[in-house]
């Protein structure tokens, strides 16, 4: 057992992925095991801890009467009205405040990191790579550890300032609007930041040192593996908005 644990839980890579990001993930992807347990489980806590300061916020801010009101509420009929304000109530237990969105978050880390590494083994071995299903896992992991470091710069904003990010990523370069097309763009955009970009430099690096493949080949696969991913999670972000507001209307409707 402690052997196991000396051999697969590398607590000292998680600075060395900040401090020297070359030198730990090459030592990553030279491993013949499994070393993935340890940036997984770092992002899950991050996402757990992120979760529940913002389920804290919405409680504190329904305590308060604070309430997110849909465009043309004024003009929903009293009946209308009252729906609302009852599936709000509906909405504002421990299940929906904190339980789902920390199992969204949690889902998000784990699938995220095996459909990232399915493609992106996928991809390389098209484009003539022979590297390994486990480097490439290992790799993934490692090198989602950006987006460990922005979750907590999230929570100490949140604790700090008592409120939540509004404009993430450069959906802020995005005008309002309600065209489906501006709202799946600032989905897109609201996911592209400077974590997101620490991330591919790391994933070139590794695969650069996994693979052997020509310089522009393993950029081209990593930009559209992670272009890709994050387009589809764009498309999910944009479907569930627009779901969260038909929730509002069609009850109205029929």
């Given at each position: 057992?402690?052997?196991?644990?000396?051999?697969?839980?590398?607590?000292?890579?998680?600075?060395?992925?900040?401090?020297?990001?070359?030198?730990?993930?090459?030592?990553?992807?030279?491993?013949?095991?499994?070393?993935?347990?340890?940036?997984?489980l770092c992002l899950t806590l991050t996402a757990v801890l992120l979760s529940m300061a913002l389920?804290?916020?919405?409680?504190?801010?329904?305590?308060?009467?604070?309430?997110?009101?849909?465009?043309?509420?004024?003009?929903y009929t009293p009946e209308q009205q009252a729906q609302f304000m009852q599936a709000t109530q509906?909405?504002?237990?421990?299940?929906?405040?904190?339980?789902?969105?920390?199992?969204?978050?949690?889902?998000?880390?784990?699938?995220?990191?095996?459909?990232?590494?399915?493609?992106?083994?996928?991809?390389?071995?098209?484009?003539?790579?022979?590297?390994?299903?486990?480097?490439?896992?290992?790799?993934?992991?490692?090198?989602?550890?950006?987006?460990?470091?922005?979750?907590?710069?999230?929570?100490?904003?949140?604790?700090?300032?008592?409120?939540?990010?509004?404009?993430?990523?450069?959906?802020?370069?995005?005008?309002?609007?309600?065209?489906?097309?501006?709202?799946?763009?600032?989905?897109?955009?609201?996911?592209?930041?400077?974590?997101?970009?620490?991330?591919?430099?790391?994933?070139?690096?590794?695969?650069?040192?996994?693979?052997?493949?020509?310089?522009?080949?393993?950029?081209?696969?990593?930009?559209?593996?992670?272009?890709?991913?994050?387009?589809?999670?764009?498309?999910?972000?944009f479907l569930i908005s627009l779901l969260s507001d038909l929730t509002v209307v069609r009850p109205?409707?029929?």
């Amino acid at each position: 057992m402690r052997k196991w644990m000396i051999n697969r839980l590398h607590f000292d890579w998680l600075l060395g992925i900040v401090i020297r990001p070359r030198r730990t993930i090459e030592a990553v992807v030279s491993r013949s095991e499994g070393v993935w347990i340890t940036p997984l489980l770092c992002l899950t806590l991050t996402a757990v801890l992120l979760s529940m300061a913002l389920g804290n916020l919405r409680q504190q801010a329904l305590s308060m009467g604070e309430i997110s009101y849909p465009p043309g509420f004024e003009y929903y009929t009293p009946e209308q009205q009252a729906q609302f304000m009852q599936a709000t109530q509906a909405s504002s237990g421990p299940i929906f405040v904190y339980v789902i969105p920390i199992v969204g978050k949690i889902s998000g880390v784990w699938f995220g990191w095996l459909i990232i590494s399915s493609i992106l083994h996928l991809l390389l071995t098209l484009l003539g790579g022979r590297g390994t299903t486990t480097a490439t896992v290992n790799l993934v992991a490692w090198a989602s550890i950006p987006f460990a470091v922005r979750d907590l710069i999230r929570l100490l904003y949140i604790l700090v300032a008592k409120k939540q990010i509004v404009m993430s990523g450069l959906s802020g370069f995005i005008s309002a609007s309600t065209s489906q097309g501006t709202l799946y763009l600032a989905a897109l955009l609201a996911l592209v930041d400077i974590y997101f970009i620490w991330n591919i430099i790391l994933l070139i690096i590794g695969v650069d040192q996994a693979t052997k493949l020509s310089r522009r080949k393993v950029i081209a696969g990593v930009l559209i593996t992670m272009f890709a991913f994050i387009g589809l999670q764009a498309l999910g972000i944009f479907l569930i908005s627009l779901l969260s507001d038909l929730t509002v209307v069609r009850p109205f409707m029929f």
